[in-house]
């Protein structure tokens, strides 16, 4: 099995190497399936997409799920084609390659952030973030770690399997490699599972609301509703 990454075309002089093509054709790949479904299968699609609602829900505990599956819902089927596409012949997984799953984790990552944001405000989310102030560095290095795990988890589970099952093939006859590969499959699955209920509990955690803080904030507007009644009385 080969482990390097070659450069294959230059695209605009921007140096274009084999994982991105693999990655353009998953895409192709997921579009196309997606489109037959549609046209084909429409009750099959919708199966496929309430599971993968099911899994999302499943993970986080937020009153509003809508805004958060088109990111992990994306995220589970890709990283999930990803990492079956290598069972065809002449075919890599992208995740294979270190640099996606870096750019996949920093997605991940970004998006906790943004979604927490957008639900909590830029500087009560800030605020919260680093409260207090010196725990600061130790949440940055958290952030970094959270990164580096996310990453090397999927690409180190992802490029064991592919070498185990390239080994296998080499060295024994046919029905133990086809063992092997279902193996693989099913891994495969179960880490784009792992991945995506990973990120679906960070965003979980980014945007939870404090109930004591919603309480007092709603005594205090309670407070001063009345203290305005009063004032007009």
């Not at 690409?155 to 080994?167: E, R, Y």
């Amino acid at each position: 099995m080969d482990l390097s990454h070659p450069i294959l075309f230059y695209l605009a002089g921007i140096p274009v190497r084999d994982t991105v093509v693999y990655t353009w054709i998953t895409m192709g790949v997921i579009v196309g399936i997606v489109l037959i479904l549609k046209v084909f299968k429409p009750n099959l699609l919708e199966m496929i997409l309430e599971a993968v609602i099911s899994v999302v829900d499943d993970a986080m505990d937020v009153d509003e799920l809508h805004p958060y599956i088109p990111l992990l819902g994306s995220l589970l089927i890709f990283v999930m084609t990803a990492n079956l596409i290598s069972i065809l012949p002449g075919m890599k997984s992208p995740t294979s390659d270190l640099n996606t799953t870096v750019a996949l984790a920093l997605v991940v990552v970004f998006s906790v952030h943004i979604y927490g944001m957008m639900k909590k405000g830029v500087w009560k989310y800030l605020k919260e973030f680093a409260s207090p102030i010196f725990m600061l560095p130790i949440e940055l290095i958290g952030q970094l770690s959270r990164t580096l795990s996310l990453s090397l988890r999927l690409f180190g589970n992802v490029l064991s399997g592919d070498l185990i099952v390239a080994i296998v093939f080499s060295i024994i006859p046919m029905v133990v490699p086809i063992a092997m590969t279902v193996l693989s499959m099913v891994t495969s699955i179960l880490q784009a599972y792992v991945l995506t209920t990973l990120a679906a509990l960070f965003i979980s955690s980014a945007v939870e609301i404090n109930e004591e803080d919603e309480k007092m904030k709603a005594e205090k507007k309670s407070k001063k509703r009345l203290k305005e009644k009063k004032g007009t009385v």
